[in-house]
Antibody, heavy 122, light 107 residues
Framework: QLQLQESGPGLVKPSETLSLTCTVS??????????WGWIRQPPGKGLEWIAT???????YYNPSLKSRVTISVDTSKSQFSLRLNSVTAADTAVYYC??????????????WGQGTMVTVSS | DIQLTQSPSFLSASVGDRVTITCRAS??????LAWYQQNPGKAPKLLIS???TLQSGVPSRFSGSGSGTEFTLTISSLQPEDFATYYC?????????FGQGTTLEIK
């Protein structure tokens, strides 16, 4: 059964770069029917889609974050990663990685990691 | 961006009740809508995609309907494990936005 696990620092200083990795196990990150994405949730608030990537490297970004975000994939390690530059306190959130299934209008994030809390503070 | 507005934001109900949550889109999204359930401290869980396609393993008391701009999630007979927060998400266009959430509480 496919599983995802986020990893990375839980504390990042303001103006620095947040870097997270998601490790995919129990399935192939190179599947032609899946994409991989990041979603975040500030404490006590709703969900925000950040970015999605295909195994080939095709990327899709939320325009509100695009200038600061990079998503990448390393198929040899079965991992995909998120980098968010110039962070502020507003970037404090639980960050989830998730598998995105694209099959017509039943597109959705169907498998999620457990999430990792990232706090931006000096 | 496409805005999704869920109503109500909070709902109190009892075990056995039938409840309906509505999600309205600011513009037409065909059937590109998913519903998720989130329990406190947990990741969201996909319930329904394509507005009405129930995910494998999700109890049949959950159902979804709608297309265009108005969608509903119905739970036919609430069970104790259903008290959670529910989110809709549109996947019609970038950015893939979520509704603000509906918290279902025990009355």
């Amino acid at each position: 059964q496919l599983q995802l696990q986020e990893s990375g620092p839980g504390l990042v200083k303001p103006s620095e770069t947040l870097s997270l990795t998601c490790t995919v196990s129990g399935g192939s990150i190179s599947s032609t029917t899946y994409y991989w994405g990041w979603i975040r949730q500030p404490p006590g608030k709703g969900l925000e889609w950040i970015a999605t990537i295909y195994y080939s490297g095709d990327t899709y970004y939320n325009p509100s974050l695009k200038s600061r975000v990079t998503i990448s994939v390393d198929t040899s390690k079965s991992q995909f990663s998120l980098r968010l530059n110039s962070v502020t306190a507003a970037d404090t959130a639980v960050y989830y990685c998730a598998k995105f299934v694209s099959s017509g209008w039943t597109d959705a994030f169907d498998i999620w990691g457990q999430g990792t809390m990232v706090t931006v503070s000096s | 961006d496409i805005q999704l507005t869920q109503s109500p934001s909070f709902l109190s109900a009892s075990v056995g009740d039938r409840v309906t949550i509505t999600c309205r889109a600011s513009q037409g999204i065909s059937s590109y809508l998913a519903w998720y359930q989130q329990n406190p401290g947990k990741a969201p869980k996909l319930l329904i995609s394509g507005a009405s396609t129930l995910q494998s393993g999700v109890p049949s008391r959950f159902s979804g309907s709608g297309s265009g701009t108005e969608f509903t999630l119905t739970i036919s007979s609430l069970q104790p494990e259903d008290f959670a927060t529910y989110y809709c998400q549109q996947l019609n266009s970038n950015p893939y936005t979520f509704g603000q959430g509906t918290t279902l509480e025990i009355k």
